[in-house]
Protein backbone atom coordinates (compact mmCIF):
# COMPACT_ATOMS: atom_id res chain seq x y z
CA UNK A 1 0.00 0.00 0.00
CA UNK A 2 0.84 3.60 -1.24
CA UNK A 3 2.24 6.04 1.80
CA UNK A 4 -0.29 7.99 1.21
CA UNK A 5 -3.55 5.53 0.83
CA UNK A 6 -2.04 4.24 4.57
CA UNK A 7 -3.08 8.11 5.83
CA UNK A 8 -6.01 8.25 3.86
CA UNK A 9 -7.15 4.75 4.77
CA UNK A 10 -6.60 4.37 8.13
CA UNK A 11 -9.82 4.65 10.43
CA UNK A 12 -9.74 3.84 14.36
CA UNK A 13 -11.09 0.59 14.86
CA UNK A 14 -13.00 -0.30 17.31
CA UNK A 15 -14.45 -4.30 17.05
CA UNK A 16 -11.70 -6.83 15.64
CA UNK A 17 -11.69 -10.78 14.32
CA UNK A 18 -10.52 -13.46 16.21
CA UNK A 19 -7.21 -13.66 14.83
CA UNK A 20 -3.74 -13.85 16.08
CA UNK A 21 -1.28 -11.07 14.86
CA UNK A 22 2.34 -12.77 15.52
CA UNK A 23 4.81 -11.39 17.57
CA UNK A 24 6.97 -11.51 14.40
CA UNK A 25 4.35 -9.15 12.70
CA UNK A 26 4.57 -6.44 15.83
CA UNK A 27 8.09 -6.49 15.35
CA UNK A 28 8.14 -5.36 11.90
CA UNK A 29 5.95 -2.73 12.60
CA UNK A 30 8.09 -1.23 15.36
CA UNK A 31 11.35 -1.93 13.22
CA UNK A 32 10.31 0.44 10.55
CA UNK A 33 8.27 2.75 13.11
CA UNK A 34 11.58 3.60 15.10
CA UNK A 35 12.76 5.81 11.97
CA UNK A 36 10.62 8.43 13.29
CA UNK A 37 12.46 11.32 14.64
CA UNK A 38 13.06 12.58 17.81
CA UNK A 39 14.65 15.52 19.80
CA UNK A 40 18.09 14.98 19.83
CA UNK A 41 17.56 11.24 18.73
CA UNK A 42 17.09 10.34 22.46
CA UNK A 43 14.50 8.25 21.77
CA UNK A 44 12.64 7.81 24.68
CA UNK A 45 10.01 5.37 23.50
CA UNK A 46 9.65 2.24 25.17
CA UNK A 47 6.75 0.21 24.47
CA UNK A 48 4.99 -3.14 26.31
CA UNK A 49 3.30 -5.51 23.63
CA UNK A 50 0.23 -7.10 25.57
CA UNK A 51 -0.95 -10.34 23.91
CA UNK A 52 -2.18 -11.90 27.28
CA UNK A 53 -6.11 -12.39 27.30
CA UNK A 54 -6.58 -11.26 30.94
CA UNK A 55 -4.24 -8.17 30.97
CA UNK A 56 -5.78 -7.07 28.05
CA UNK A 57 -8.82 -7.12 29.58
CA UNK A 58 -7.83 -5.27 32.50
CA UNK A 59 -5.90 -2.80 29.97
CA UNK A 60 -9.65 -2.45 28.82
CA UNK A 61 -10.83 -1.64 32.02
CA UNK A 62 -8.24 0.78 33.23
CA UNK A 63 -9.54 2.54 30.07
CA UNK A 64 -12.61 3.34 32.18
CA UNK A 65 -14.65 -0.01 30.89
CA UNK A 66 -13.81 0.86 26.88
CA UNK A 67 -13.91 -3.10 26.58
CA UNK A 68 -13.70 -3.55 22.90
CA UNK A 69 -10.40 -3.21 23.31
CA UNK A 70 -9.92 -6.65 24.36
CA UNK A 71 -11.10 -7.84 21.32
CA UNK A 72 -7.99 -6.92 19.60
CA UNK A 73 -5.51 -9.45 19.87
CA UNK A 74 -2.88 -7.32 20.69
CA UNK A 75 -2.03 -4.04 22.63
CA UNK A 76 0.73 -2.13 21.89
CA UNK A 77 0.99 0.16 25.08
CA UNK A 78 3.96 3.55 24.59
CA UNK A 79 6.03 4.75 27.35
CA UNK A 80 7.35 7.58 27.44
CA UNK A 81 11.12 7.38 29.42
CA UNK A 82 10.66 10.83 30.70
CA UNK A 83 13.86 11.51 32.41
CA UNK A 84 16.21 10.93 29.17
CA UNK A 85 14.77 14.04 27.54
CA UNK A 86 14.79 15.88 30.71
CA UNK A 87 18.31 15.51 31.39
CA UNK A 88 19.29 17.28 27.62
CA UNK A 89 16.32 19.77 27.61
CA UNK A 90 15.05 20.41 30.84
CA UNK A 91 11.52 21.26 31.30
CA UNK A 92 10.61 21.75 27.58
CA UNK A 93 12.30 18.40 26.40
CA UNK A 94 9.98 17.22 29.79
CA UNK A 95 6.42 18.37 29.28
CA UNK A 96 6.86 18.91 25.47
CA UNK A 97 9.57 17.27 23.59
CA UNK A 98 9.07 13.65 25.30
CA UNK A 99 5.45 13.73 24.86
CA UNK A 100 5.90 14.59 20.81
CA UNK A 101 8.66 12.05 20.50
CA UNK A 102 6.43 9.19 21.51
CA UNK A 103 3.52 10.98 19.82
CA UNK A 104 5.60 10.67 15.96
CA UNK A 105 6.04 6.92 16.99
CA UNK A 106 2.78 6.02 17.86
CA UNK A 107 1.33 7.67 14.57
CA UNK A 108 3.80 5.31 12.52
CA UNK A 109 3.01 2.66 14.21
CA UNK A 110 -0.71 3.11 13.20
CA UNK A 111 0.58 3.99 9.39
CA UNK A 112 2.59 1.22 8.91
CA UNK A 113 0.20 -1.44 10.89
CA UNK A 114 -2.25 -0.30 8.02
CA UNK A 115 0.40 -0.96 5.25
CA UNK A 116 0.83 -4.22 6.39
CA UNK A 117 -3.65 -4.85 6.54
CA UNK A 118 -3.89 -4.43 10.29
CA UNK A 119 -6.34 -1.80 12.28
CA UNK A 120 -5.46 0.02 15.20
CA UNK A 121 -7.16 2.46 17.41
CA UNK A 122 -5.42 5.06 19.43
CA UNK A 123 -6.70 4.61 23.47
CA UNK A 124 -5.39 8.11 25.43
CA UNK A 125 -8.11 7.84 27.75
CA UNK A 126 -7.35 5.45 30.83
CA UNK A 127 -5.95 5.58 34.59
CA UNK A 128 -2.24 5.42 34.13
CA UNK A 129 -1.68 4.17 37.44
CA UNK A 130 -3.95 1.36 36.85
CA UNK A 131 -1.90 0.97 33.36
CA UNK A 132 1.20 0.79 35.95
CA UNK A 133 0.24 -1.54 38.07
CA UNK A 134 -1.31 -4.22 35.56
CA UNK A 135 2.15 -3.98 33.33
CA UNK A 136 4.89 -3.45 36.43
CA UNK A 137 5.49 -0.66 34.41
CA UNK A 138 8.09 2.02 36.92
CA UNK A 139 7.65 4.87 38.36
CA UNK A 140 9.78 7.30 36.23
CA UNK A 141 7.99 5.80 32.84
CA UNK A 142 4.72 7.35 31.53
CA UNK A 143 1.95 5.16 29.84
CA UNK A 144 1.28 7.53 27.12
CA UNK A 145 -0.80 5.85 24.58
CA UNK A 146 -2.28 2.20 23.86
CA UNK A 147 -2.63 1.17 20.66
CA UNK A 148 -5.08 -1.81 19.92
CA UNK A 149 -3.98 -3.57 16.91
CA UNK A 150 -5.51 -6.66 14.67
CA UNK A 151 -7.96 -7.17 11.86
CA UNK A 152 -10.85 -4.82 11.91
CA UNK A 153 -13.96 -7.03 12.26
CA UNK A 154 -16.22 -3.68 11.80
CA UNK A 155 -18.77 -3.92 9.35
CA UNK A 156 -19.55 -0.63 8.61
CA UNK A 157 -16.77 1.57 9.33
CA UNK A 158 -17.68 5.39 9.60
CA UNK A 159 -15.23 7.97 8.30
CA UNK A 160 -14.62 10.59 10.27
CA UNK A 161 -14.77 14.28 8.97
CA UNK A 162 -11.85 16.74 8.26
CA UNK A 163 -12.05 20.45 8.37
CA UNK A 164 -11.19 22.21 5.40
CA UNK A 165 -7.58 22.74 5.35
CA UNK A 166 -8.13 26.37 4.52
CA UNK A 167 -9.54 27.37 7.31
CA UNK A 168 -7.20 26.35 9.73
CA UNK A 169 -4.01 27.71 7.77
CA UNK A 170 -2.69 30.87 7.91
CA UNK A 171 -0.37 32.68 5.35
CA UNK A 172 2.87 34.56 7.31
CA UNK A 173 1.27 35.74 10.55
CA UNK A 174 -1.89 34.13 12.45
CA UNK A 175 -4.70 35.45 10.89
CA UNK A 176 -3.92 36.02 7.53
CA UNK A 177 -5.77 33.98 4.63
CA UNK A 178 -5.29 35.28 0.83
C1 LIG B 1 -4.67 11.40 21.64
C2 LIG B 1 -5.81 10.50 21.20
C3 LIG B 1 -6.58 9.88 22.15
C4 LIG B 1 -7.61 9.00 21.75
N1 LIG B 1 -8.28 8.30 22.71
C5 LIG B 1 -9.25 7.44 22.33
C6 LIG B 1 -9.90 6.61 23.30
O1 LIG B 1 -9.59 6.64 24.49
N2 LIG B 1 -10.87 5.78 22.86
C7 LIG B 1 -11.22 5.67 21.53
O2 LIG B 1 -12.11 4.88 21.22
N3 LIG B 1 -10.60 6.43 20.58
C8 LIG B 1 -9.63 7.29 20.94
N4 LIG B 1 -8.95 8.01 19.99
C9 LIG B 1 -9.31 7.87 18.55
C10 LIG B 1 -10.10 9.08 18.04
O3 LIG B 1 -11.39 9.04 18.59
C11 LIG B 1 -10.15 9.02 16.49
O4 LIG B 1 -8.84 9.07 15.99
C12 LIG B 1 -10.94 10.20 15.90
O5 LIG B 1 -12.29 10.12 16.27
C13 LIG B 1 -10.86 10.25 14.37
O6 LIG B 1 -11.33 9.03 13.82
P1 LIG B 1 -10.40 8.13 12.85
O7 LIG B 1 -9.18 7.75 13.65
O8 LIG B 1 -11.24 6.94 12.49
O9 LIG B 1 -10.05 8.97 11.68
C14 LIG B 1 -7.91 8.85 20.36
C15 LIG B 1 -7.11 9.49 19.42
C16 LIG B 1 -6.06 10.27 19.82
C17 LIG B 1 -5.17 10.89 18.77
Known amino acids: MELVDAIKERRSIRRYQNKKVPLEVVGEILAIAKHAPSSGNVQNWR ?7 EKREKLAEAAFGQMWMATAPVHIVICNKIGDVEAIYGERGRNLY ?18 LGLDTCWVGAFDEEEVRIILNIP ?7 IITLGYSA ?5 KMKRR ?3 TLTYIDSWGNRP
Do not use: H
Not at 47 to 53: G, L, N
Not at 98 to 115: D, R, T, V, W
Not at 139 to 145: Q, T
Open 164 to 166: EIE
Open 47 to 53: FVVVFDK
Open 139 to 145: DDVRPEA
Open 98 to 115: SIQNCAIFGAYILLMAKE
Open 154 to 158: ERKIT
